[in-house]
Structure formats: structure tokens, C-alpha cells
């Protein structure tokens, strides 16, 4: 198949099975890009993930352009976007239409906190997995544990939190290693 039209597939099912935001969107893009296509590693859904959380716009958009470039360059890019934006598009408009005269039906409201519990599971068995990845070391532990209490018992700002741990992480691992080089 041609790769542009698979990669704007491939991201259309991430895009139109995300329920959620981002983080939701994690478990299927392990799935579809990691472990069926073999485009990337999971280290790389890890550093592209959180790149994507410290940019603006949408987690979604951002992971799907990295992606994108990775596998085919800008255009790559370009198929990626739009196909993880294509199915939100059609369904928001959709949604839009008809759900402002249902969204106080209680059916609805105990649907969607259906939804919510299934996408908190998904969240969490995301973040199982990326464990492997991240904490490989005592060192690792350690900030995982600084900025888990960080995050859920202050009011410590987020983007703070990521340059510290980049910093960190150039500190300890970085012993003048070119781009591309070891990983801790």
C-alpha cells in the first residue's frame, strides 16, 4: 500500500478510536505504529509523546507529526495530521449536531462516565508499559518518584518539571555523546 495512505490510515484509526485526549490515545499508538508497523520504537512514542505534551496544540497532532517526519519526511508529516484529525473532524461535527439535546439525558451522562473509567484503565495500562522504558536505573526511580509527588501533591508547573528532568537527564546521562548516542 502506498506508505502516505497508510500512515493517513493508520492515524485515522488512532485519531478515531481516541476517546479521551492524548494520553487515551497512547495504548492504541503502541499498538498501531510500535507494535504492528514497527515504525518506531517505543522509546521513541516516549520521547515524541513528551515533546508533543510540552509544545502547544493538541498531543495528538504534535505525536502524529513526529511520527509522520520520521517515516516519510514533511509529507509524511502532513498524511499523519491529517488522518488522526480527519475522524475528530467528522465526528465533532456530527456530535455538534445532536448532542446538545441529549447531553442531559441520563443515559447519556452514564455513558459517558462509562467512557470515563475505560479511558482512566487505558491511561493506566499506558503507563505500565512505558514504565519498562523510563525507569531503567535507581537514578531514573528516583525522579520518577520526585515528580509523581510533584505533580500529584503541589501545584508545581508541568513545563517546569519536564526541563528539570531534560536537565537532569543531559547532567547525569550526557557524557558527551553525539545525537543518536547511547540511551541510559
Same mark, same amino acid.
Given at each position: ?79 499523519? $495530521? *491529517? ?7 467528522? +465526528?465533532? !461535527? #456530527?456530535? =455538534?449536531?445532536? %448532542?446538545?439535546?441529549? /447531553? ?44 509523581? $509527588? *510533584? ?7 508541568? +513545563?517546569? !518539571? #519536564?526541563? =528539570?528532568?531534560? %536537565?537532569?537527564?543531559? /547532567? ?13
Amino acid at each position: 500500500m502506498n506508505i502516505y495512505l497508510d500512515l493517513f490510515l493508520t492515524f485515522a484509526r488512532v485519531g478515531g478510536l481516541t476517546f479521551g485526549g492524548g494520553y487515551a490515545m497512547l495504548p492504541i499508538l503502541q499498538r498501531e505504529v510500535v507494535e504492528k508497523r514497527k515504525w518506531v520504537s517505543q522509546e521513541d512514542v516516549m520521547d515524541y509523546y513528551a515533546i508533543s505534551q510540552c509544545l502547544p496544540g493538541i498531543i495528538a497532532v504534535n505525536t502524529s507529526l513526529f511520527i509522520g517526519n520520521k517515516i516519510k519526511g514533511t509529507l509524511g508529516s502532513i498524511a499523519a $495530521v *491529517l488522518g488522526v484529525v480527519f475522524p475528530s473532524l467528522v +465526528i465533532i !461535527m #456530527v456530535l =455538534a449536531a445532536f %448532542l446538545s439535546n441529549f /447531553a442531559e439525558v441520563e443515559l447519556v451522562r452514564h455513558a459517558f462516565a462509562g467512557i470515563h473509567v475505560c479511558v482512566f484503565v487505558l491511561i493506566a495500562n499506558s503507563v505500565w508499559k512505558l514504565r519498562k522504558g523510563a525507569i531503567v536505573d535507581p537514578i531514573t526511580l528516583a525522579l520518577f518518584v520526585l515528580v509523581f $509527588v *510533584l505533580s500529584a501533591f503541589t501545584d508545581f508547573s508541568p +513545563i517546569l !518539571m #519536564v526541563v =528539570a528532568s531534560a %536537565l537532569i537527564g543531559v /547532567a547525569l546521562y550526557g557524557k558527551a555523546q553525539p545525537f543518536g548516542g547511547n540511551k541510559p
